[in-house]
T-cell receptor
């Protein structure tokens, strides 16, 4: 079975540019999570969806960040405008039900210059 | 407050040694879940185990074993006869209720030397 698929794997862009990260969850999973990982702050939950509906976005750092899930098989995390402090690895994860383990994608390594 | 503490920042052992990674958690919930994940140098996060608060049986999977003790709020992970491929950062996590977020420990970097 295909796992969680994220794209791109790496993104390097200049400050001020718009960045869009993409995620395809595992088929049949009804929860989708976006995380950010940095050395300083570790793993941080940004937002999660249940059945395509955002449930908790309290982890989204500021209005420059937005996430959408237009259907059960696709989600995006957008940063506009990007800043150097947004540089991190962004992970998408999905799970079947709230009690089941979250399965992670390979992550997107984002560098904002 | 809900919290996960992995006090060991880094552990280094020689191959074939046994090693235990500690995880201590805090929660006021009576129902909760604990998880272990592995993050190898390649960067992906790999699920290892889930344990719910009502199941205190220890679990063994090959060279991996987990010791869950509610009395001490600990969920420790032991690797027997460690191998170089076990080198990774290992994270312990607590699933909080009711909003199903995972509370992550800071991780323990495990280095297995040949």
């Amino acid at each position: 079975d295909a796992g969680v698929i994220q794209s791109p794997r790496h993104e390097v862009t200049e400050m001020g540019q718009e960045v869009t990260l993409r995620c395809k969850p595992i088929s049949g999973h009804d929860y989708l999570f976006w995380y950010r990982q940095t050395m300083m702050r570790g793993l941080e939950l940004l937002i999660y969806f249940n059945n395509n509906v955002p449930i908790d976005d309290s982890g989204m750092p500021e209005d420059r960040f937005s996430a959408k899930m237009p259907n059960a098989s696709f989600s995006t995390l957008k940063i506009q405008p990007s800043e150097p402090r947004d540089s991190a690895v962004y992970f998408c994860a999905s799970s079947r039900g709230e009690n089941q383990p979250q399965h992670f994608g390979d992550g997107t390594r984002l560098s904002i210059l | 407050a809900q919290k996960v503490t992995q006090a060991q920042t880094e552990i280094s052992v020689v191959e074939k040694e046994d090693v235990t990674l500690d995880c201590v958690y805090e929660t006021r919930d009576t129902t909760y879940y604990l998880f272990w994940y592995k993050q190898p140098p390649s960067g992906e996060l790999v699920f290892l185990i889930r344990r719910n608060s009502f199941d205190e049986q220890n679990e063994i999977s090959g060279r991996y074993s987990w010791n869950f003790q509610k009395s001490t709020s600990s969920f420790n992970f032991t690797i027997t006869a460690s191998q170089v491929v076990d080198s990774a950062v290992y994270f312990c996590a607590l699933r909080r209720t009711p909003n199903y977020q995972l509370i992550w420990g800071a991780g323990t970097k495990l280095i297995i030397k040949p």
